[in-house]
């Protein structure tokens, strides 16, 4: 049998990977690997494994964020990981299906209530008073990483 092997980041010295990033054509999954092998390794930092942008990733492929940690736990890779996706997920989507929905994500925005407009307007307020090109929940998670990790806005 295999060892485990540690794939964990530390997210107290580095973000996870960009929302952008794409594994299998799913976008959030690769930042969803790294926040959860960091949990499980205790160095997931302000970062949270299973949090709503993540439960979108959940929804469409219909995987629980449970089930997606054991999986982890084993110390399987970002491929080993991507196959086991394809196997299991009860929801079993296209590559056409899987590019649409990722483009989506990639520009959605906050949702029109009055609340979730604020809470984005507030949070961008608070790592840029200049930054007018942050739109999407895409751009602010690579502004706040970026300016997390140092960065000047």
Request: charged share 25%; net charge negative.
């Amino acid at each position: 049998m295999n060892q485990p092997t540690n794939h964990a980041p530390n997210l107290t010295q580095r973000p996870p990977r960009s929302p952008r990033v794409r594994l299998g054509g799913y976008v959030m999954l690769a930042r969803i690997l790294d926040k959860g092998r960091a949990e499980l390794a205790g160095t997931a930092g302000e970062y949270k494994f299973n949090n709503p942008m993540d439960q979108h990733f959940f929804r469409f492929t219909g995987i629980t964020a449970e089930a997606l940690k054991n999986e982890l736990a084993t110390g399987k890779g970002d491929g080993e990981i991507l196959a086991w996706i394809a196997e299991t997920a009860p929801h079993k989507r296209t590559p056409w299906e899987i590019q649409q929905w990722s483009a989506y994500q990639n520009e959605r925005g906050p949702d029109g209530d009055v609340e979730t407009l604020e809470f984005f307007t507030k949070r961008i307020g608070d790592l840029s008073k200049t930054r007018e090109d942050v739109k999407t929940w895409a751009d602010y998670l690579d502004l706040d990483d970026h300016v997390t990790f140092g960065g000047k806005p």
